[in-house]
Nanobody
Framework: QVQLVESGGGLVQPGGSLRLSCTVS????????MSWYRQAPGKERELVAI????????SYADAVKGRFTISRDNAKNTVYLQMNSLKPEDTAVYYC????????WGKGTLVTVSS
């Protein structure tokens, strides 16, 4: 059974940092690209970052470029999103996603950036 489980969300002040994790089970993690999306209240879900299967290629949304870093540990079946210099507009539910015959999503973890 394929499962994606996110963790690491919470409340942080503007300018702070958080690291999100997404642990995957049920398929060969090291063969698949992984991505992070987010959905803010009242807005559509948007792509934040994507990483290739080996971790050698990454891509970011313009809104997070230079502040967020996506990485992966294939030995731990886990993808990470390091978020620095957080802004109130980064407040959202963050989801990890992959495609393996079809889309698979985690249930999300809430990040709230507020003073």
């Amino acid at each position: 059974q394929v499962q994606l489980v996110e963790s690491g969300g919470g409340l942080v002040q503007p300018g702070g940092s958080l690291r999100l994790s997404c642990t995957v089970s049920g398929f060969t993690f090291s063969s698949l690209a992984m991505s992070w999306y987010r959905q803010a209240p009242g807005k559509e879900r948007e792509l934040v970052a994507i990483i290739g299967s080996t971790g050698g290629s990454t891509s970011y949304a313009d809104a997070v470029k230079g502040r967020f870093t996506i990485s992966r540990d294939n030995a731990k079946n886990t993808v990470y999103l390091q978020m620095n210099s957080l802004k109130p507009e980064d407040t959202a539910v963050y989801y990890c996603r992959t495609y393996y015959g079809r889309e698979y999503w985690g249930k999300g973890t809430l990040v709230t950036v507020s003073s």
